[in-house]
């Protein structure tokens, strides 16, 4: 986030603090995830929500609020919608989408397809790079049978009538 903080005119302490703190939820109990969206009263969008892929960051961006004192509401919506859940008012501004490009090209693991997406982002093509993330998300989350989030094929359908790229585009290396 550090890195694209000046790439996408963000400001460096926001995105250092939603790239620190976006995954504060994702190491709890699916139990303790359900219990703490309870708690907080997070009205799940979609049934989808309920999985702990979509949960960790709803819970997350609650958590970070309770725990740390965080009031910022870009911060709070991009960690709540960096898996695609919920309905925040900034669920596609640039802070909400460089974190889940971030979060996708953290270097723990190589994967096919990171440097085309590395590219992308570090290019500044901000709907080009949310459209590859789109598709390959879809694609990852399929194979792994999670439910893909009413959002993400949504966020998916608008980016690719925009930029109508050919299938070409998807091609990974």
Not at 28 to 54: F, G, N, R, T, W
Not at 109 to 119: A, C, I, P, T, V
Not at 138 to 157: A, C, D, M, S, W
């Given at each position: 986030m550090t890195e694209l903080s000046p790439i996408y005119s963000l400001d460096r302490i926001q995105a250092m603090t939603a790239g620190l703190l976006h995954d504060a939820a994702r190491d709890?109990?699916?139990?303790?995830?359900?219990?703490?969206?309870?708690?907080?009263c997070i009205e799940l969008c979609d049934p989808c929500e309920q999985h702990p892929i979509y949960l960790h960051a709803l819970v997350g961006a609650y958590l970070v609020s309770r725990e740390l004192g965080i009031t910022d509401c870009l911060?709070?919506?991009?960690?709540?919608?960096?898996?695609?859940?919920?309905?925040?008012?900034?669920?596609?501004?640039p802070l909400s989408r460089c974190l889940r490009f971030a979060d996708i090209l953290a270097p723990t693991q190589e994967w096919k397809g990171m440097k085309k997406l590395r590219s992308i982002v570090y290019a500044k093509l901000i709907d080009e790079a949310s459209l590859l993330h789109c598709r390959w998300a879809?694609?990852?989350?399929?194979?792994?049978?999670?439910p893909v989030h009413p959002n993400l094929t949504?966020?998916?359908?608008?980016?690719?009538?925009?930029?109508?790229?050919?299938?070409?585009?998807?091609e990974r290396w």
């Amino acid at each position: 986030m550090t890195e694209l903080s000046p790439i996408y005119s963000l400001d460096r302490i926001q995105a250092m603090t939603a790239g620190l703190l976006h995954d504060a939820a994702r190491d709890l109990s699916h139990e303790k995830q359900l219990a703490l969206a309870e708690e907080a009263c997070i009205e799940l969008c979609d049934p989808c929500e309920q999985h702990p892929i979509y949960l960790h960051a709803l819970v997350g961006a609650y958590l970070v609020s309770r725990e740390l004192g965080i009031t910022d509401c870009l911060i709070l919506d991009a960690i709540a919608a960096h898996s695609y859940a919920g309905n925040g008012h900034n669920f596609n501004v640039p802070l909400s989408r460089c974190l889940r490009f971030a979060d996708i090209l953290a270097p723990t693991q190589e994967w096919k397809g990171m440097k085309k997406l590395r590219s992308i982002v570090y290019a500044k093509l901000i709907d080009e790079a949310s459209l590859l993330h789109c598709r390959w998300a879809i694609e990852y989350f399929q194979g792994h049978r999670v439910p893909v989030h009413p959002n993400l094929t949504k966020q998916y359908q608008t980016l690719l009538s925009k930029l109508a790229v050919t299938e070409a585009f998807f091609e990974r290396w």
